[in-house]
C-alpha cells in the first residue's frame, strides 16, 4: 500500500497535510513535488525495491509520477522496455510504470497486470491523468470545484484541508456503499478501469473507460488445464516481494486452493464462533474511520481482526477476492441458476414455470436490493444482463462491477490501516478474462457451484473445503443484540451512527 494525493490550485501546505494523514498506509518513506500551483506528495509501503531513493514521486524530466499499488508483471515489462533500449536505474516496479508510460503513452494499459492507482503529471503539457486498475483493487477519490481539483487515495483525508458538505446518494441508499459518487458534495472516485485526463490549464476533464470485457475462446478439452496454469502464473506474481507475506486463511474453496499453489509459513484464520462483541464495539469508530463511507457488510471487523493479527508476522496478505463473483459462487445466485436449469432441460414446460419463476434480471434485481427502489437496482444491472446469454455469468459480472468494489474498499481500507498490502490472485486481468467467459455449467451444477474450483481442489487431493457450507466472513452482530433475524439494517444503522460520530470530529 501507499497514498498519493495532488492540489491544484489550492495552498502548497496542504499536500503534506494529506500525505501525512495517510501514515497508516505508507509508513516507510514519503516526498513531495511543487510545480507553481500544483502540488504531489506520495508516501511509501516498501514492498518492491527497498533501497532505492526518489521514487515517491518519481521525477523523470518534464513528468512526475505519484502511485499506489503493484505491477505484477513489471519484470517482464521491463525486460520488454530494456529491449526497446530504456535504462534502468532502480529495481522498482515505479521506475517501471513510468518507462511504460514514456514509451507506449496511454496503451500501455493493454499490457500491464496489476493493482494501481497512480497520477502522472506532464509539465510541458499542463495535463495530468489518473487511472485505476481493472476490478478497482486501490482507491483512488478526487474533488473537484470551480478551478480547485484535489485527488487522494483515501476519502477521509480530504477532511484536512477542506469543508465537507453531505449529500445524499441514490446509489449508496440502494447497495449500502459508494460507487463512482460519494456522501460528500463534488467528491467522486474514479472508476475501476478507467483513467481520467485533466488539462489544468482548461480545467476540464475526460473519463475514459481503457479495459471492457471482450468474451475469449476457451478449449473446454483443456480448460481445468489452462485454470491451473493462470492460477499458477498468477500466484507466482503475486509472490513477487522483497519482504514477508501470508494467507488470509478461511479454510473454504478460493483460500483453500491458493494454499495447494504454494507453502505459505504464515496464516490467518478468523473464529466468527467467539463472542466479538465488546472488541467491536471497542473498534467500530476506527473501523468506520478507516473505511471512508460505511459498507453494508458485516466483513468489515473480521478483516480488521485478521489485518491486526497479519500485521505482527507479514507486510502482504494473500486473500481470495473476486473467485465469487467470476466463478458463480454466491448463494443467492442458486434460485435463478435453478429456475433457468429448468428451463433448458424442460423447455415444453416453460409456459409453466413462468407462473412461478420472474425474469432473471427482475430476480436477481430484487435478490439483492437492499431497500424498497427496485427500478433503481433493476436499470444499474439491466446492462450486465443483456451483454450475456446466460444468467450466471450475467450475475456474476453485475456483482464484479457494482457489488464487489465494496468488498474491494473493506479489504483494501482494513489492511492500510496496519500498513499491510493486500493482493488477490483470482483478480488477474487473464484469470477475470478467462471465467467470465467460460460457459455457465462450468460454475454452477445443480446445487454445486464453482464447479471447476472444485473439480481443481479435488485434482489437488484437498477434499475438506467441499464438505464445508458456503458462509461469507461475518459475525453475529444480531445475535449479540438479541435478534433472531438476518437482516443488516442493525448493523448498517450502527456503523453509520459511528461514521457520522467520527467525521464532526475531525
Known amino acids: 500500500m501507499c497514498s498519493i494525493a495532488g492540489v491544484i490550485?489550492?495552498?502548497?501546505?496542504?499536500?503534506?497535510?494529506?500525505?501525512?494523514?495517510?501514515?497508516?498506509?505508507?509508513?516507510?518513506?514519503?516526498?513531495?513535488?511543487?510545480?507553481?500551483?500544483?502540488?504531489?506528495?506520495?508516501?511509501?509501503?516498501?514492498?518492491?525495491?527497498?533501497?532505492?531513493?526518489?521514487?515517491?514521486?518519481?521525477?523523470?524530466?518534464?513528468?512526475?509520477?505519484?502511485?499506489?499499488?503493484?505491477?505484477?508483471?513489471?519484470?517482464?515489462?521491463?525486460?520488454?522496455?530494456?529491449?526497446?533500449?530504456?535504462?534502468f536505474y532502480t529495481s522498482s516496479d515505479t521506475e517501471v510504470l513510468m518507462k511504460s508510460w514514456k514509451q507506449w503513452g496511454l496503451r500501455m494499459f493493454q499490457k500491464l497486470?496489476?493493482?494501481?492507482?497512480?497520477?502522472?503529471?506532464?509539465?510541458?503539457?499542463?495535463?495530468?491523468?489518473?487511472?485505476?486498475?481493472?476490478?478497482?483493487?486501490?482507491?483512488?477519490?478526487?474533488?473537484?470545484?470551480?478551478k480547485k481539483f484535489v485527488f487522494v487515495s483515501e476519502a477521509k483525508s480530504l477532511n484536512k484541508i477542506l469543508n465537507m458538505s453531505k449529500r445524499k446518494d441514490k446509489?449508496?441508499?440502494?447497495?449500502?456503499?459508494?460507487?463512482?459518487?460519494?456522501?460528500?458534495?463534488?467528491?467522486?472516485?474514479?472508476?475501476?478501469?478507467?483513467?481520467?485526463?485533466?488539462?489544468?490549464?482548461?480545467?476540464?476533464?475526460?473519463v475514459v473507460e481503457y479495459w471492457k470485457f471482450q468474451k475469449r475462446k476457451i478449449d473446454l478439452k483443456n480448460v481445468e488445464e489452462e485454470l491451473e496454469e493462470l492460477l499458477v502464473n498468477s500466484i507466482n506474481l503475486r509472490l513477487r516481494s522483497d519482504v514477508k507475506y501470508g494467507l488470509y486463511y478461511s479454510k473454504g474453496i478460493d483460500s483453500s486452493l491458493i494454499s495447494t499453489f504454494h507453502n505459505f509459513k504464515y496464516k490467518f484464520y478468523f473464529n466468527d464462533n467467539k463472542n466479538w462483541k465488546k472488541d467491536f464495539l471497542n473498534k467500530i469508530k476506527k473501523i468506520a474511520y478507516h473505511l471512508d463511507f460505511p459498507v453494508g457488510s458485516l466483513s468489515s471487523y473480521p478483516l480488521w481482526k485478521l489485518a491486526e493479527k497479519a500485521t505482527k508476522n507479514v507486510k502482504i496478505v494473500i486473500s481470495g477476492e473476486g473467485a465469487d463473483e467470476i466463478f458463480?459462487?454466491?448463494?443467492?445466485?442458486?434460485?435463478?441458476?435453478?429456475?433457468?436449469?429448468?428451463?433448458?432441460?424442460?423447455?415444453?414446460?416453460?409456459?409453466?414455470?413462468?407462473?412461478?419463476?420472474?425474469?432473471?434480471?427482475?430476480?436477481?434485481?430484487?435478490?439483492?436490493?437492499?431497500?424498497?427502489?427496485?427500478?433503481?437496482?433493476?436499470?444499474?444491472?439491466?446492462?450486465?444482463?443483456?451483454?450475456?446469454d446466460d444468467p450466471i455469468n450475467a450475475m456474476g459480472f453485475a456483482d464484479f462491477k457494482i457489488v464487489m468494489p465494496s468488498l474491494l474498499q473493506m479489504g483494501d481500507r482494513m489492511a492500510s490501516a496496519f500498513g499491510l498490502e493486500n493482493r488477490c490472485p483470482f483478480l488477474d486481468k487473464?484469470?477475470?478474462?478467462?471465467?467470465?467467459?467460460?460457459?455457465?455449467?462450468?460454475?454452477?451444477?445443480?446445487?454445486?457451484?464453482?464447479?471447476?474450483?472444485?473439480?481443481?481442489?479435488?485434482?489437488?487431493?484437498?477434499?475438506?473445503?467441499?464438505?464445508?457450507?458456503?458462509?461469507?466472513?461475518?459475525?453475529?452482530?444480531?445475535?449479540w443484540f438479541g435478534r433472531k433475524d438476518w437482516n443488516r439494517s442493525l448493523y448498517f444503522d450502527h456503523l453509520n451512527k459511528n461514521w457520522n460520530k467520527v467525521h464532526k470530529q475531525l
Request: aromatic share 16%.
Open 430 to 479: 487473464n484469470l477475470i478474462e478467462f471465467g467470465f467467459s467460460l460457459p455457465p455449467e462450468y460454475k454452477i451444477n445443480g446445487l454445486e457451484q464453482k464447479i471447476i474450483l472444485r473439480n481443481l481442489l479435488i485434482k489437488r487431493g484437498l477434499l475438506k473445503p467441499l464438505k464445508l457450507e458456503k458462509k461469507g466472513l461475518s459475525i453475529k452482530f444480531n445475535e
Open 9 to 87: 490550485n489550492g495552498d502548497k501546505k496542504d499536500i503534506k497535510k494529506l500525505i501525512n494523514s495517510m501514515s497508516h498506509r505508507a509508513p516507510d518513506d514519503k516526498g513531495y513535488y511543487h510545480d507553481g500551483n500544483i502540488s504531489l506528495g506520495m508516501g511509501r509501503l516498501k514492498i518492491i525495491d527497498l533501497i532505492s531513493k526518489n521514487l515517491c514521486p518519481l521525477i523523470d524530466e518534464d513528468l512526475v509520477l505519484t502511485y499506489n499499488g503493484e505491477l505484477y508483471n513489471f519484470i517482464e515489462l521491463r525486460n520488454e522496455l530494456i529491449e526497446k533500449g530504456w535504462k
Open 328 to 388: 458463480g459462487g454466491y448463494i443467492r445466485y442458486l434460485p435463478i441458476a435453478r429456475e433457468w436449469e429448468l428451463r433448458k432441460k424442460m423447455p415444453s414446460y416453460n409456459y409453466l414455470f413462468g407462473k412461478f419463476y420472474r425474469p432473471h434480471l427482475e430476480a436477481f434485481s430484487r435478490i439483492t436490493m437492499r431497500n424498497k427502489n427496485y427500478d433503481f437496482i433493476k436499470k444499474i444491472f439491466q446492462p450486465y444482463f443483456e451483454n450475456f
Open 113 to 146: 497486470n496489476g493493482m494501481y492507482a497512480f497520477a502522472i503529471y506532464d509539465k510541458k503539457k499542463q495535463k495530468i491523468w489518473l487511472a485505476r486498475d481493472i476490478p478497482g483493487e486501490k482507491p483512488l477519490y478526487y474533488y473537484h470545484y470551480g
Open 171 to 206: 446509489f449508496y441508499d440502494a447497495f449500502q456503499h459508494c460507487l463512482h459518487k460519494t456522501l460528500w458534495k463534488n467528491v467522486y472516485q474514479v472508476p475501476a478501469a478507467h483513467y481520467i485526463e485533466y488539462d489544468i490549464k482548461k480545467n476540464q476533464k475526460r
